[in-house]
């Protein structure tokens, strides 16, 4: 279930993914995790699956919230339910995403937008179709970026071939042009030699026109590296505009070169957008350096709002301004997060998946901030079902996913054959609490808190029966630092509103992550691990579970997740491996031999129970695994250090050991 669900999981949970958060686990397993510690003992886990239940009596809190993934699979099987994260963009999404919502209001505060700002953000986009000559839309703009040459000064592109977008649907075709005149055209083989239609050049549309890491200049045929080219930079590359696809009614979708009406166009949209910048609601906020963020710098990126260009910037400032003057507070605020899910589909980051696909690449498909060489521009507010656009999100997120929340669907499987299941009476229906005593009372079922997990005074004692959590796996990904992308346009758009976007940047100087690039080691992860850990302890009940999902390709977070352990006062009671990701996702891109695996740790505080649960050797489960999964030696791996580490925190318990001796 779980590795048919990690190839898509937005169209498995739609509720959990109205916006961006980063390395989500997959919410089939958190539904097993919950089901498996709040069931009796003697129920059957996958029987219980696909049933409604009533965990009311149940309280879960998730220290390391993120994205929600906890919270809505607690919520879906009517528990009640405490989020925690220090970040604000994720305590943000939460809150919006789980809560209840009326749908009939959300699409009059949506209507009362497209009525506002629609046509403007849509005029900005008009060209001519080049098939007609009448007025038609464009969908997506091509762009190239470009450097000065380190020899003759005049601007080169960073294409690296003439292939704008490859074919998805036609294997080895694609969309090209021609590297002469510019004109572009599709042909079914991007490898084969094409002579443009225009004017008879010949040329190989996918040979490369210089390396990865280098420009080749067209004007005098120089080769350089790129960063030399633009060491020491104070602002970021321009772009040249390469193509249009836009949609005509008459002919459809097609491909067409800009014409000089279409740059005239863009460039009104530039003069607009100088003339009126003091007035933009946009973000201001200067780009702190990091692990990620210098990988931008470096090409000259200071401000957030460099990401996006003018005609994005007039756009997104006329939209997120409509959106303030929503007067019921529940759609303004939902329509707020959907305007910052559109960031992530409408910057200069982006880039083109291809044709026959959704066409637009977001800007974290590495998680990570790199400068797309080829841009692909989305019309903001869409049309005929392009991707990215304000318009097409609405639909496809937001009101998909509260469809979902109301009446929620999990797969049956059969083989390699899934069927539907709705789930008669269940709901994903936050009900949010001002505080923790209304969560015990039983008034409210979701409280959502915005600060460290290490010191939780609003959770009195043995209050809480269990925590299911998925902490940050030590090093993998740079929460604050991505996160902050959206949190600049937030605060610009929320600061008055909540206070805690008052800050000017994420304060992420408690984060548990590894981020050697802002003076934090593994040594602190472990420690504020740790101390999150022992805070969940004392909320925990006497008898209740701290579960956990863990993964790492290194050797050592493995230990600074025992050392945190150790220092809370939990053993491992139990633990098994579930599937994590497929091989494309964005955590194993690159990667080689990083597994697939993420192990489930059950843990007991020490002393309250005298010995561990019998389960089957590693050599049974790789078995077992290999049947349905292609193992490689890294999972293997995994299950031998979830081993180790269960053994560990016994052995360390029970002799006051430090980590070296343990070993």
């Known amino acids: 279930m779980a590795r048919v669900e990690a190839h898509r999981k937005n169209i498995y949970r739609p509720a959990y993914y109205v916006h961006k958060w980063w390395a989500r686990r997959v919410g089939s397993v958190f539904r097993g995790i919950a089901l498996d510690l709040m069931l009796p003992p003697d129920e059957d886990v996958m029987d219980a699956y696909y049933k409604a239940h009533d965990f009311s009596d149940k309280i879960v809190l998730d220290p390391f919230m993120g994205g929600g993934t906890t919270l809505g699979e607690v919520l879906r099987l009517g528990g009640r339910v405490v989020g925690c994260d220090l970040n604000p963009v994720a305590w943000y999404l939460v809150s919006q ?42 969908q997506y703009v091509a762009w190239v970026k470009q450097v000065p040459c380190g020899k003759c000064s005049q601007l080169a592109d960073l294409h690296l071939t003439q292939v704008i977008m490859a074919d998805m649907a036609h294997k080895g075709g694609g969309l090209v042009d021609c590297g002469s005149c510019g004109h572009p055209w599709w042909v079914t083989a991007v490898g084969d030699a094409q002579d443009c239609p225009v004017c008879a050049a010949t040329f190989t549309p996918a040979d490369r026109r210089s390396r990865n890491t280098h420009y080749h200049c067209n004007h005098c045929g120089h080769a350089e590296r790129i960063l030399d080219a633009i060491a020491g930079a104070t602002a970021p590359p321009s772009h040249r505009m390469r193509c249009l696809t836009v949609w005509c009614d008459a002919c459809g979708k097609r491909h067409q070169q800009p014409t000089a009406d279409d740059l005239g166009s863009y460039e009104r949209s530039c003069a607009d957008a100088s003339a009126r910048w003091g007035h933009l609601l946009i973000p201001r906020t200067e780009i702190l350096p990091g692990h990620n963020t210098d990988q931008m710098r470096r090409y000259g990126y ?10 994005q910037l007039t756009g997104l400032s006329a939209l997120f301004t409509a959106i303030r003057q929503i007067e019921d507070q529940p759609s303004r605020e939902l329509l707020t997060l959907l305007a910052s899910t559109t960031l992530e589909l409408n910057s200069m980051f982006c880039g083109a998946k291809g044709l026959g696909t959704g066409a637009i690449r977001h800007v974290f498909a590495h998680h990570a901030f790199i400068p797309a060489k080829e841009p ?12 990215g656009g304000f318009s097409t999100l609405f639909k496809e997120r937001l009101l998909r996913g509260r469809a979902w929340a109301e009446q929620p669907v999990e797969r049956r499987f059969t083989g390699s054959t899934a069927v539907k299941v709705p789930i008669p009476g269940e709901r994903l229906a936050g009900r949010p609490a001002k505080e923790f005593q ?33 902490p940050p796996y030590a090093d993998s990904v740079m929460y604050s630092e991505l996160s902050d992308f959206f949190y600049a346009w937030l605060r610009t758009a929320l600061g008055a509103e909540h206070p805690n976007f008052a800050a000017e940047h994420v304060d992420d100087s408690r984060e548990a992550v590894h981020n050697d690039a802002r003076g934090r080691d593994g040594a602190f992860y472990a420690a504020v691990l740790g101390t999150v850990f022992a805070e969940s302890a ?28 150790v220092a809370s006062g939990f053993v491992v009671e139990r633990w098994w491996p579930v599937f994590a990701e497929m091989e494309s996702a964005v955590p194993l891109q690159g990667k080689k031999n990083n597994g697939h695996l993420d192990i ?11 010995t561990v649960v019998k389960q089957d050797s590693i050599e049974q489960m790789g078995q077992r695994l290999a049947e349905r999964v292609r193992l490689v030696a890294a999972d293997y791996r995994a299950l031998i250090k979830a081993a180790a ?12 050991q430090d980590r070296s001796e343990a070993a």
């Not at 200071?302 to 005609?311: D, E, I, K, Y």
């Not at 079922?445 to 460290?452: A, E, F, H, I, M």
């Not at 059950?602 to 129970?609: D, F, L, M, Q, R």
Request: glycine letters at 8%; one cysteine or more; proline letters at 2%.
């Open 97 to 138: 995403s789980m809560r209840e919502a009326n749908v009939a209001t959300l699409l009059a505060s949506y209507q009362q937008v497209a009525d506002s700002v629609a046509q403007s953000i849509s005029d900005a986009y008009r060209t001519t179709c080049g098939g007609c000559g009448n007025e038609a839309t464009t």
């Open 302 to 311: 200071t401000h957030w709002h460099q990401m996006f260009n003018p005609r």
């Open 376 to 387: 692909l521009e989305a019309n903001l507010w869409g049309v005929h079902r392009s991707s």
């Open 438 to 470: 209304d969560i015990l009372s039983g008034e409210a079922n979701l409280l959502v808190l915005n600060q460290s997990s290490e010191d939780l005074p609003q959770i009195p004692d043995s209050t809480v029966d269990f925590v299911i959590t998925d």
């Open 538 to 565: 004392r909320c925990l009940k006497s008898g209740g579970r701290l579960a956990f999902t863990f993964h790492h390709s290194g050797e050592v977070a493995w230990g600074q997740v025992e050392d945190a352990l």
């Open 600 to 610: 489930v740790f059950v843990c007991a505080k020490a002393g309250e129970i005298d």
């Open 645 to 656: 580490v269960q053994t560990s925190t016994w052995s360390r318990a029970s002799s006051g």
